[in-house]
């Protein structure tokens, strides 16, 4: 479980580095990171700066936290995030999440780079997360709970908040981005699944599967931060076409698709 001493250690090492204060957090996934060079007055902390931090080993990711201003918002980007299958604890995986809310932000926006399980969507699509199904079989909130951090059972009824996700529709609606809604599963990789496994993960309802966003949305409800979650459907996962995955080729899709990205984040961030 996240402790507090090292939580509130964390939160002054960033805020003696910066004097803006971020009211949303943004983790940006493989590919996606551009986003956070448009952040003006930007201070950068590489991770391995900062106290208590893991240090990402991820293909696709910059390792570092950006402070700024963003469309009129102050906010904190993460560019590269802890993954469970490189190693990490959950607890590492998650901590960000911790140290975020410690810094007094409520909102958080929780992007990745995924495969399409529905048939009907195409890779290049962004997908609004309106669920998620953990396959992992654990949960980061496994531990002695401590109950300044959370209530000890929390209700997910209500992860990926209802509110953002209209004022996401609206916005892609004028910025005329079309925008898929599903479920995310959440697999723990670093191997892409079988095409069984895909099969699997249809019948149970998912519309998409990655290895991440889900350990911290459960964390970031858990520390009642509204959430986001934003995938860019880069493949169809495996089975569907017949031919076999490649990283390279989801990082070169995520890059293509990152201009609607961006603009979607924006208009969101605007609007929040």
Known sequence: ?????????????????????PVIWMILGSGLGSLADDIKDAIKIPYSEIPHFAKSEAIGHANELVIGEL????????????????????DEVTFPVRVMKALGIDNVIITNACGA???SFSPGDLMLITDHINLVGTNPLIGPNNDELGTRFPDLSQVYNKDLRAIASKVANEQNIPLQQGVYAWWSGPTYETPAEIR???????????????????????GGM???GIS?????????LDQPLNHDEVIDIAGKVRVKFVELVKGVLEAI
């Not at 860019?232 to 569907?240: R, W």
């Open 117 to 119: 399980v529905n048939t």
């Open 232 to 240: 860019c459907l880069t493949n169809m996962a495996c089975g569907i």
């Open 1 to 21: 479980m996240h402790n507090m001493q090292d939580i509130k250690e964390t939160r002054d090492f960033i805020m003696s580095k910066t004097d803006h204060r």
């Open 226 to 228: 509204k959430v986001l």
């Open 71 to 90: 469309n009129g918002k102050i906010v904190a980007a993460m560019k590269g995030r802890f993954h469970y299958y490189e190693g990490y604890t959950l």
């Open 200 to 222: 699997m993960i249809r019948t149970l309802g998912a519309d998409a599967v990655g290895m991440s966003t889900v350990p911290e949305a459960i964390v970031a409800t858990h």
